[in-house]
């Protein structure tokens, strides 16, 4: 009787063996062109992947990963919904399928699908960074690096490092794309743009003595980079307000864009207080870059406009009995606030509701006793209040 029971469970054993098998050839069967029932070969080859008898085998894991890539490639909603994840399931089944696979029996196949499974995630990750799914683009990205990180592919993918760092900085996920930023720093990709990325984050993290060193590690790596990297090096010390840090950088980044009416600014902000006609010169760059530059025209006016308070505050010096040397004086002064006059008044074309220019302007009416115009910025300053 024993030998009876034994005999009978062996036969058990064998068919339910035999319909799990079946169950791979069917999913097999079912995802082909001719058929294309997905539903049902997904269906057929899950429950082969969990039945102890197809579970262990490569086969069941490798028509696993090929069931789901096909669900991921279509484009009839009844199959690509049904899993949130397709490309996913077929890259981890085809992970399993090449663990599983000790006689090397898919070896060629399995390099194939996961190399293929690889560029899809890259597509992947760029559609999602594009759509703004930027948590969900890095995680295709890490996949990409993951697989080429597999012994068997061994295929370093760059971009996907670069792509990741980018994707997580715009998740908000600092640390990872700090530390993606300085793997594609390792591998010479990104260019001067990742250091200007990296010192980003660092600022934003309060941290800005990283960010300088990546401001200046960049510049090291690339001193004949475009002006990016200076300005960037610029705008960080015009923060701290530090404009003899940032002159040093000024005069390489206009080497690098001369066209950028922004660096003359500053350029000829930094100069103001070292070489005044340089200073001018660097404003009226602005002007002829950019001919309705208010900036262009109220900087320039205001240097001549600097030059006449000083000039008059050396004549309000001379004593009263010095008539002709006060005169002589005061010439000098009206000389510079003549030259700011169409400079300020130019820029008031551009711009009638800037206060200081208002001001400057009120003063240089009220000096040359030009009632009318005093009159029409009078009521111009009154309609701000």
Do not use: C
């Not at 996913?88 to 898919?106: C, G, I, M, P, W």
């Amino acid at each position: 009787m024993k030998k009876i029971i034994f005999l009978l469970a062996s036969v058990i054993g064998l068919s339910s063996a035999f319909g799990q098998s079946n169950k791979v050839v069917t999913a097999f069967n079912l995802m082909k062109p001719e058929y294309n029932e997905l539903d049902k070969a997904k269906q057929a080859i899950d429950e082969a992947s969990v039945h102890p008898k197809t579970s262990g085998e490569a086969k069941t894991w490798y028509y696993r990963g090929q069931v789901y890539y096909k669900i991921y490639q279509s484009k009839k909603p009844e199959f690509s919904n049904l899993d949130p994840n397709p490309l996913k399931q077929a890259y981890l089944s085809f992970v399993k399928a090449k663990e599983l696979d000790v006689n090397k029996r898919f070896e060629n196949e399995l390099h194939f699908e996961l190399t293929r499974t690889s560029a899809d995630f890259f597509n992947k990750g760029s559609a999602e960074f594009e759509h703004k799914k930027f948590a969900e683009s890095v995680e295709s990205f890490e996949t990409v690096i993951a697989i080429g990180k597999l012994p068997y592919i061994h295929q370093l993918d760059t971009g996907s490092f670069f792509n990741a760092a980018l994707a997580a900085d715009e998740a908000g996920l600092n640390e990872k794309a700090i530390e993606y930023y300085n793997k594609s720093i390792e591998l010479n990709y990104g260019g001067p743009e990742v250091f200007h990325y990296l010192a980003l984050i660092y600022l934003e993290k309060g941290d800005s003595a990283s960010a300088l060193k990546s401001y200046e590690a960049g510049i090291q790596k690339y001193p004949d980079t475009s002006a990016n990297l200076y300005i960037a090096m610029i705008n960080y010390y015009l923060g701290k307000k530090d404009v003899a840090s940032a002159f040093g950088f000024v005069e390489k980044a206009i080497e690098k864009d001369s066209s950028n009416a922004s660096l003359w600014q500053v350029y000829g902000r930094a100069l103001e207080d070292r070489d005044t006609e340089k200073a001018i010169a660097a404003y009226k760059k602005m002007i002829q870059l950019d001919p309705k530059n208010f900036n262009g025209y109220y900087n320039v006016g205001t240097v001549y406009f600097n030059q006449g308070v000083v000039a008059n505050d050396k004549a309000n010096a001379i004593p009263l009995n010095d008539e002709a040397g006060y005169k002589a004086a005061v010439a000098i002064a009206d000389n510079f606030f003549k030259e700011a006059m169409p400079y300020f008044e130019q820029a008031y074309e551009i711009n009638k509701t800037d206060s200081d220019l208002l001001t400057g302007l009120k003063l240089l009416y009220y000096r040359f006793k030009m009632n009318d115009k005093l009159d029409e910025v009078q009521k111009r300053m009154d309609t701000l209040k």
